[in-house]
């Protein structure tokens, strides 16, 4: 749980004026960590792009990835289930174009076959510090809001109880055919998550969402880390 | 808080935030200062003084005033340091900006503590206000500890010192040591704990918490040895980090029953994630509760009654329960509440069945469990029978029994009596009380009282009487079905927790 590198990659991003990290920037902060994110390769020339393809294999998922970019889904700038080289620089060039010349390149990323989104995320409360969040991710998050928070550092203890503490808890099961969640892995995840917080004071706030099972295997699919955002006491 | 400089796992130092204090002095003083009485017109000081007599305060009471002579039978010191000898507590409850000087001659007069009582500190926001307070900080800190300022002190039913406009709280002690910021809320809750049953070991109302507050007074409660069970009303904390530690390690060693005030979401946070915009303070501050292992309750009759359940109950959880009483409503209301809770109802045995069965009447009961005795004038020696007998089954760890002592005006008016003489309150108490001996399961009293309106004072005056009978013998009451199990689930929370099967 080194976190090793990981300041550097904040730093360098604080010294460009920057107040967030980009998609690929953020998951390395949390591979540093040892929290499993998607494998993925970042393209700036289109010549790279059926490389890269064939490193990660297919189907892929291909993003614009930039530090400026919030909202990918509705710019158009996800494009999902690529099979083959043709497909992917097909989608190079039309998240190319969605860019409109900001900065930034594609990411070309593993395709993590799942139903089950979790959200996990980090806000620090101005009485209580670093604080990490757990629930139910994806499209559920905003409309639902089934998430519940602890303080960091977080025992092993905490992190389990919040898995019982959300109402669709039921989802961890093994349900449907498919197996129950890997309650150590997730627990594991949360107390880095919070790690991270107690690390690095320029961290302000982390949203790891969604986090979709594969299997009964977490992984981070896309994440969000926010820059020292100036806060005001409550 | 972030500030500071952590160590390689990430937390601040744990160096002692918190200085020494002589509490044994604070809680029970021999000679206590009261400082801002006056024989002309209403002054706190010269209201906790008459409080205090009331209460039958033992030690001596020093009255102090400028213009000296005598208040409520005492002698009147002109000023703290003409009062012989040292002194062990002080109240102080002159005006604000006369509060430091006050503090400081009680300090060198050998006080361990005092509370401030009087307004017109950081809590009114201005410069004065806060400079003031900043003096008081820095003259506690030179060895004299503050409760206060803006509060209403101390209540110990031990030594007699008691809140600010409470002359008639019980001397008897108990269980519950309660915090509280605000001291309408600390107030309240003694009164509402008097005829509810609880009784205390010790109590703060320490307002602005310029000094001591909530985080040192947990840890001070989670050694007491006269303390069971912890019971906190907070807004705010001074700080969340020691809060957060002291209340986890206090909730590990007796139940923390809290209630936060101030729970709703704090709007216009500028925030940039999904995550933030979730972890507003009320949401945080549930978690960190719940984190700490604390009981969270919603008012302060939930935490009554939580407090209740935690002083007279066996320290365990609870896996099922019988409950009995008349009425078949109530039974159905009984296992839904029951069932919201976790908490099983479960059939009676054949065996057990049958046995309760013979003494029911033949139409309209049920020993299924709930036990409907169908008889609201059931005599005490067959409840007590019945219970002994359901406190056979395995599956039941307590017992509840619903009385519906309102159905008693029915004889009353046929035997032109009145009600009081004619429900058996003794006897019921001493049946249950019984119960509990002989089975070694606890048992719930509920007295629901639909009559409460002005042409059944006698009614409610017999409830109150039935319901004194019950605590007397140790056995917790409650108003309703509901709040019984909503104080047991509490217990199945915390005890269940640690055992670690929630």
């Not at chain 1, 390149?105 to 990490?132: A, H, I, K, N, S």
């Not at chain 1, 197996?179 to 982390?206: K, S, T, Y």
């Not at chain 2, 002309?40 to 400028?66: H, R, T």
Request: charge should be neutral.
């Amino acid at each position: 749980m080194s976190g090793n590198g990981a300041a550097e990659i904040v730093e360098k991003a604080l010294r460009e004026g920057r107040r967030t990290l980009s998609e690929h920037e953020s998951k390395q902060v949390l591979a540093r960590y040892g929290i499993p994110v998607t494998r993925e390769r970042l393209v700036e020339r289109r010549q790279d792009v059926p490389k890269a393809a064939g490193e990660i294999g297919y189907p892929l998922v291909m993003k614009g990835c930039s530090a400026g970019i919030a909202h990918k889904t509705e710019r158009g700038l996800i494009h999902v289930d690529l099979r083959n080289a043709g497909e992917a620089v097909e989608a190079y060039d039309a998240i190319l174009a969605g860019m409109n010349g900001e900065p930034g390149g594609v990411l070309v990323q593993e395709m993590v076959r799942g139903r089950r989104e979790l959200v996990m995320g980090m806000t620090r409360d101005p009485q209580f510090g670093p604080c990490v969040m757990f629930g139910l991710g994806g499209i559920f998050t905003e409309i639902l809001h089934d998430v519940c928070f602890r303080r960091a550092p977080l025992e092993r203890g905490d992190a389990l109880s919040m898995m019982g503490e959300i109402r669709g808890r039921g989802i961890l099961d093994a349900a449907r055919g498919m197996e129950a969640a890997d309650r150590d892995r997730l627990a594991d995840m949360l107390v880095r998550v919070g790690r991270i917080g107690l690390d690095l004071d320029a961290v302000a706030e982390i949203d790891l969402n969604p986090v979709i099972l594969a299997g009964k295997n977490p992984v981070v699919v896309d994440a969000l880390v926010i820059l020292d955002v100036p806060r005001r006491k409550l | 808080m972030t500030n500071k400089v952590k160590d390689k796992a990430g937390r601040v130092p744990a160096a002692d935030p918190f200085g020494t204090a002589d509490f044994e002095r604070i809680f029970h003083p021999r000679r206590i200062v009261v400082a801002g009485v006056s024989s002309e017109g209403f002054s706190y000081g010269g209201a906790l003084l008459k409080s205090l007599q009331a209460m039958g305060f033992e030690g001596e009471i020093l009255p102090v005033n400028p213009r000296g002579g005598t208040f409520s039978g005492l002698p009147v010191f002109p000023s703290v340091e003409e009062i012989p000898g040292s002194v062990d507590f002080a109240v102080i409850a002159v005006a604000a900006k006369a509060v430091p000087a006050v503090l400081e001659v009680c300090r060198l007069k050998g006080a361990a503590g005092a509370e401030i009582m009087s307004s017109g500190f950081s809590e009114t926001g201005t410069p004065e206000g806060k400079a003031l307070e900043n003096e008081i900080r820095e003259i506690a800190a030179r060895g004299i500890r503050v409760i206060g300022p803006n509060c209403f002190g101390i209540y110990c039913p031990r030594s007699g010192l008691t809140y600010l406009p409470n002359p008639d709280l019980p001397r008897e002690s108990g269980p519950v040591a309660f915090l509280s910021q605000s001291g309408g809320m600390a107030s309240d809750f003694a009164n509402a704990g008097k005829w509810m049953g609880l009784r205390f070991s010790k109590t703060v109302s320490y307002g602005n918490g310029a000094d001591l507050r909530e985080a040192e007074l947990l840890r001070y409660f989670r050694e007491d040895g006269e303390t069971g069970v912890i019971a906190l009303y907070i807004e705010g904390v001074g700080d969340g980090d020691a809060f957060f530690r002291e209340l986890r390690a206090a909730a590990r060693k007796k139940p923390v029953v809290v209630l936060k005030g101030g729970l709703s979401e704090a709007g216009g946070r500028s925030v940039a994630s999904h995550t933030a915009s979730m972890g507003g303070s009320g949401r945080i501050w549930r978690s960190i509760l719940r984190q700490a292992g604390a009981v969270q309750v919603e008012d302060m009759t939930e935490m009554a009654e939580a407090c209740l359940a935690f002083s007279l109950l066996p320290k365990r959880a609870v896996r099922g329960i019988s409950v009995t009483g008349g009425g078949g409503a109530l039974g159905i209301a009984a296992c839904d509440a029951a069932e919201s809770m976790g908490i099983a109802v479960p059939p009676l045995g054949d065996g057990v069945r049958k046995e309760v069965l013979a003494l029911l009447p033949r139409s309209g009961a049920s020993a299924a469990n709930p036990i409907d005795v169908a008889n609201p004038y059931t005599p005490p020696e067959t409840l007590k029978r019945i219970l002994g007998i359901a406190a056979r089954e395995d599956g039941i760890d307590l017992q509840i029994m619903v009385f519906l002592l309102h159905h008693f005006k029915h004889i009353a008016l046929t035997e032109g009596k009145p009600i009081a003489e004619v429900v058996p309150c003794a006897a019921f108490a001493d049946s249950m009380a019984d119960v509990v001996r002989e089975t070694g399961k606890p048992v719930c009293i509920v007295l629901p009282n639909t009559k409460r309106g002005i042409e059944d004072l006698d009614i409610v005056a017999l409830h109150a009487r039935a319901r004194q009978a019950f605590l007397e013998r140790g056995l917790p009451v409650f108003d309703e079905i509901r709040n019984a199990l909503r104080a047991v689930g509490h217990m199945n929370r915390y005890y269940g927790g640690k055992e670690g099967n929630p």
